[in-house]
């Protein structure tokens, strides 16, 4: 079987005008000019935008580039009079490579549009046994990799998804998408009557939302389990207040209507990590995982994790260390745990990395987990950080084997951290397995800018861990609510009786993060009244037992009472927080922008999954409540979020 990437030209327009955008620049190239140049990147075959492209501009006298903003514009302002030469790059795209000479006070508008790679296959069947070579029939060649010119012919049956050449069925082989997603089943409504306790573990993931970007992003409707809207919602900052006193955490709270419901009611809780001095804090005993596979050969795989290892080197203190692990058929120490005061050193082992061979991820688990408890920092942070496409082949390899390994070596006070690449034959389900019984984050990294995102800024909190197994528990007033449905959260669900065990695992946070969590409920339509009628979960009279509510359910204003299990990174006994909550709730207008946005990201993933609870939700309703709440967006994230609910709209439209 050959793998064949076929692309067609490319369409550069020139006009005049100047669009004010783009994003940050690296300026060694003088910008002491008047010149300006700037345009819009689109897709050649959709007229779509072309967010975070890599644009550079370089002449005799340096170079400095840019990235597309997330409605494809990008500009170059001050430029001196001179000649250039721009490249416009964007993974699986065509690059693009344009001279042109500017003069004093030129405004040239300079518009691309790049044309996708389309990655099909060939395969050569023969229906009888060569008598020359011996082939037997049905016989396959092995996988290569060629790149087809723009109208040049290429010869053979060639085959793509749901189509068909020749009058052969289209079949891409095993290994051409094999993609994994665990199922989710939607959390339902719960009669409060019967079931007034919500427990679950706290969930600081992102990596749903930057994995269904990146498909939305190619012009497709992500997989419905890609889908896991608590991810997507806490991808995002949200301007809680900070924490006060001892405690690891601030407790956050709102409650209002309901955007795609009129019947129902939101609350919001949010939860607040105390900030750090990194200045002052402990080293950090970390050891690079890293899959080197064949799998990993492609650009948006490991190369991606080379560029976003060095960033993280980058941002470390002399005092931390870092050794390498890497796994292909076998697993090996490519560095020993070397000092960050040597930052060169670890840089040049990561860049001497290549790809190539199976997947023996277990082994190489074991190994980095070996090496770190070897170099522990008693009092440190001690953390595995996993890269891979997740696609382990060999030895332990099932997922039950692989959470079990996990879930023991986290015994060892390493923590994990686990870093998703690539598209294709990503595997999501185990890689989330993995970071959720591993003491452990999960991130999935589609392009530069969500590498820097996570390796920059979110990984420097992770790294230092404030409170560890941390969960919830409300109890609703069943005077108040007759019903409630945790949204999101399906795959950190615990029985009620594990709030108090403290050898159940759960969720950990790290310094500065944040972590929302949204109920929807019903109200009762009549405050329910102490009339000593027994009631059983659906409402109808208990034959054999009674359940009835509290007095005090009745005399109070309280909707629920939130409670808080965590424990200290170093220690295994939790502590107890607990906070009762109003039952006021305000104008869906009179919101914050926390609640306004986090409500907009929920409506956009019930219309993704197509949740038998979306409601009214529309993607017109939910750019217009994400428009509302933008608030200050430093780096941009939110409106990247409201472009993408927009690109959602043109797909939906070509159905």
Same mark, same amino acid.
């Given at each position: 079987?050959?793998?064949?990437?076929?692309?067609?030209?490319?369409?550069?327009?020139?006009?005049?005008?100047?669009?004010?955008?783009?994003?940050?620049?690296?300026?060694?190239?003088?910008?002491?000019?008047?010149?300006?140049?700037?345009?819009?990147?689109?897709?050649?075959?959709?007229?779509?935008?072309?967010?975070?492209?890599?644009?550079?501009?370089?002449?005799?006298?340096?170079?400095?580039?840019?990235?597309?903003?997330?409605?494809?514009?990008?500009?170059?302002?001050?430029?001196?009079?001179?000649?250039?030469?721009?490249?416009?790059?964007?993974?699986?795209?065509?690059?693009?490579?344009?001279?042109?000479?500017?003069?004093?006070?030129?405004?040239?508008?300079?518009?691309?549009?790049?044309?996708?790679?389309?990655?099909?296959?060939?395969?050569?069947?023969?229906?009888?046994?060569?008598? %020359?070579?011996?082939?037997?029939?049905?016989?396959?060649?092995?996988?290569?990799?060629?790149?087809?010119? +723009?109208?040049?012919?290429?010869?053979?049956?060639?085959?793509?998804?749901?189509?068909?050449?020749?009058?052969?069925?289209?079949?891409?082989?095993?290994?051409?998408?094999?993609?994994?997603?665990? +199922?989710?089943?939607?959390?339902?409504?719960?009669?409060?009557?019967?079931?007034?306790?919500?427990?679950?573990?706290?969930?600081?993931?992102?990596?749903?939302?930057?994995?269904?970007?990146?498909?939305?992003?190619?012009?497709?409707?992500?997989? $419905?389990?890609?889908?896991?809207?608590?991810?997507?919602?806490?991808?995002?900052?949200?301007?809680?207040?900070?924490? $006060?006193?001892?405690?690891?955490?601030?407790?956050?709270?709102?409650?209002?209507?309901?955007?795609?419901?009129?019947?129902?009611?939101?609350?919001?809780?949010?939860?607040?990590?105390?900030?750090?001095?990194?200045?002052?804090?402990?080293?950090?005993?970390?050891?690079?995982?890293?899959?080197?596979?064949?799998?990993?050969?492609?650009?948006?795989?490991?190369?991606?994790? $080379?560029?976003?290892?060095?960033?993280?080197?980058?941002?470390?203190?002399?005092?931390?260390?870092?050794?390498?692990?890497?796994?292909?058929?076998?697993?090996? %120490?490519?560095?020993?745990?070397?000092?960050?005061?040597?930052?060169?050193?670890?840089?040049?082992?990561?860049?001497?990395?290549?790809?190539?061979?199976?997947?023996?991820?277990?082994?190489?688990?074991?190994?980095?987990?070996?090496?770190?408890?070897?170099?522990?920092?008693?009092?440190?942070?001690?953390?595995?950080?996993?890269?891979?496409?997740?696609?382990?082949?060999?030895?332990?390899?099932?997922?039950?084997?692989?959470?079990?390994?996990?879930?023991?070596?986290?015994?060892?006070?390493?923590?994990?951290?686990?870093?998703?690449?690539?598209?294709?034959?990503?595997?999501?389900?185990?890689?989330?397995?993995?970071?959720?019984?591993?003491?452990?984050?999960?991130?999935?990294?589609?392009?530069?800018?969500?590498?820097?995102?996570?390796?920059?800024?979110?990984?420097?909190?992770?790294?230092?861990?404030?409170?560890?197994?941390?969960?919830?528990?409300?109890?609703?007033?069943?005077?108040?609510?007759?019903?409630?449905?945790?949204?999101?959260?399906? *795959?950190?669900?615990?029985?009620? %009786?594990?709030?108090?065990?403290?050898?159940?695992?759960?969720?950990?946070?790290?310094?500065?993060?944040?972590?929302?969590?949204?109920? %929807?409920?019903?109200?009762?339509?009549?405050?329910?009244?102490?009339?000593?009628?027994?009631?059983?979960?659906?409402?109808?009279?208990?034959?054999?037992?009674?359940?009835?509510? *509290?007095?005090?359910?009745?005399?109070?204003?309280?909707?629920?009472?939130?409670?808080?299990?965590?424990?200290?990174?170093?220690?295994?006994?939790?502590?107890?927080?607990?906070?009762?909550?109003?039952?006021?709730?305000?104008?869906?207008?009179?919101?914050?922008?926390?609640?306004?946005?986090?409500?907009?990201?929920?409506?956009?993933?019930?219309?993704?999954?197509?949740?038998?609870?979306?409601?009214?939700?529309?993607?017109?309703?939910?750019? $217009?409540?994400?428009?509302?709440?933008?608030?200050?967006?430093?780096?941009?994230?939110?409106?990247?979020?409201?472009?993408?609910?927009?690109?959602?709209?043109?797909?939906?439209?070509?159905?």
């Amino acid at each position: 079987m050959k793998r064949i990437i076929l692309f067609s030209g490319v369409t550069i327009l020139l006009l005049t005008g100047i669009i004010i955008a783009g994003g940050k620049k690296n300026n060694s190239l003088p910008l002491t000019g008047t010149a300006t140049i700037s345009g819009v990147i689109t897709d050649v075959d959709f007229g779509n935008p072309i967010a975070n492209a890599t644009i550079e501009i370089k002449s005799e006298k340096g170079k400095t580039e840019t990235t597309s903003d997330s409605l494809g514009n990008y500009t170059f302002s001050n430029l001196e009079a001179d000649k250039y030469q721009i490249t416009f790059y964007k993974e699986n795209y065509v690059l693009v490579e344009k001279k042109i000479e500017l003069k004093n006070n030129d405004q040239l508008k300079l518009d691309v549009k790049l044309q996708t790679e389309i990655i099909i296959e060939e395969m050569v069947i023969r229906e009888k046994e060569d008598s %020359e070579t011996g082939i037997s029939p049905q016989k396959r060649e092995d996988k290569s990799y060629k790149k087809v010119e +723009a109208n040049q012919s290429y010869s053979g049956q060639i085959y793509m998804a749901d189509a068909t050449y020749e009058g052969i069925e289209a079949d891409y082989g095993p290994d051409f998408n094999t993609e994994s997603y665990n +199922a989710i089943n939607e959390n339902i409504f719960k009669k409060v009557i019967g079931n007034p306790l919500s427990t679950f573990s706290i969930d600081v993931d992102n990596a749903s939302y930057s994995n269904i970007r990146r498909f939305i992003n190619n012009g497709q409707v992500p997989p $419905k389990d890609a889908v896991r809207i608590e991810e997507m919602v806490n991808y995002f900052d949200y301007t809680y207040n900070k924490p $006060k006193g001892n405690d690891p955490f601030s407790i956050n709270y709102e409650m209002s209507e309901c955007p795609w419901n009129k019947s129902t009611k939101l609350i919001m809780v949010g939860l607040q990590g105390k900030e750090i001095d990194y200045s002052e804090a402990d080293a950090s005993n970390l050891v690079f995982l890293i899959d080197v596979s064949g799998s990993m050969q492609d650009p948006n795989k490991l190369p991606l994790v $080379k560029h976003s290892l060095i960033s993280l080197i980058d941002n470390l203190n002399e005092k931390d260390r870092v050794a390498i692990v890497v796994y292909a058929g076998a697993a090996g %120490e490519v560095l020993p745990s070397t000092t960050c005061s040597n930052k060169q050193k670890i840089k040049d082992a990561i860049n001497n990395l290549e790809a190539g061979g199976s997947t023996a991820g277990g082994a190489g688990i074991k190994l980095a987990y070996d090496i770190a408890v070897k170099n522990l920092i008693p009092e440190g942070n001690n953390r595995v950080i996993l890269c891979s496409d997740g696609d382990f082949n060999v030895g332990t390899s099932s997922d039950a084997e692989m959470t079990r390994l996990v879930e023991e070596k986290r015994k060892t006070g390493v923590f994990l951290t686990i870093c998703g690449f690539g598209l294709g034959n990503y595997k999501d389900s185990k890689m989330e397995s993995i970071a959720d019984n591993g003491n452990g984050a999960y991130y999935y990294i589609d392009d530069e800018k969500e590498a820097k995102k996570v390796f920059t800024t979110d990984m420097r909190g992770t790294l230092f861990t404030i409170a560890k197994d941390v969960k919830i528990q409300i109890e609703f007033n069943p005077a108040l609510v007759e019903e409630y449905r945790l949204i999101g959260y399906e *795959n950190r669900t615990l029985n009620n %009786e594990d709030f108090d065990n403290d050898a159940k695992d759960a969720g950990e946070l790290g310094a500065g993060h944040r972590v929302t969590a949204m109920y %929807e409920i019903k109200l009762r339509a009549n405050q329910y009244q102490p009339s000593g009628i027994n009631e059983k979960p659906d409402g109808e009279t208990l034959k054999y037992q009674t359940t009835e509510v *509290n007095k005090n359910a009745y005399n109070t204003d309280e909707i629920m009472t939130l409670k808080l299990r965590f424990k200290a990174p170093n220690s295994e006994t939790s502590k107890l927080i607990e906070k009762s909550l109003s039952s006021k709730a305000i104008p869906l207008a009179s919101t914050s922008d926390n609640f306004r946005f986090a409500s907009a990201v929920i409506e956009f993933g019930m219309i993704l999954r197509d949740s038998e609870y979306k409601g009214d939700a529309t993607y017109e309703e939910a750019i $217009k409540l994400a428009n509302s709440a933008r608030g200050l967006d430093t780096y941009g994230y939110r409106e990247d979020f409201i472009n993408m609910l927009k690109t959602c709209t043109g797909l939906a439209a070509n159905k």
